[in-house]
């Protein structure tokens, strides 16, 4: 499948912003999405992931409760609402896939397909 995000900008701390990662080529609802992010220097960490059906999510601690998660497989789309952002999430978002059967995927290796990343930057 492909994937394509969009949706970043620069914000100022405490601002929201909504990416949306749009899927074509394949049945959506057949993919677990993820979205992650890497700041400089830093490694590639996990935002949030979603099930098929968007009914299970999981979000670490460190964006959980400000940012949310929903997909539309109707529309063949996946946003992910940020609020109270942070300078410290400022980094590169990318949304994942994987054709899988399980609820939700938490790994960055284990998804093969990617989009080409959108640039959240949150000025303090």
């Known amino acids: 499948v492909q994937l394509q995000a969009s949706g970043g900008g620069l914000v100022q701390a405490g601002g929201s912003l909504r990416l949306s990662c749009a899927a074509s080529?394949?049945?959506?609802?057949?993919?677990?999405i993820g979205w992650f992010r890497q700041a400089p220097g830093k490694e590639r960490e996990l935002v949030v992931a979603?099930?098929?059906?968007?009914?299970?999510?999981y979000y670490p601690d460190s964006v959980k409760g400000r940012f949310t998660c929903s997909r539309d497989n109707a529309k063949n789309t996946v946003d992910l609402q940020m609020n109270s952002l942070k300078p410290e999430d400022t980094a590169v978002y990318y949304c994942?896939?994987?054709?899988?059967?399980?609820?939700?995927?938490?790994?960055?290796?284990?998804?093969?397909?990617w989009g080409q990343g959108t640039q959240v930057t949150v000025s303090s």
């Open positions: 994942a896939a994987r054709e899988s059967d399980r609820g939700i995927v938490t790994r960055d290796s284990l998804y093969p397909d």
């Open positions: 979603i099930s098929r059906d968007g009914l299970s999510t």
């Open positions: 080529g394949r049945t959506f609802s057949l993919y677990v």
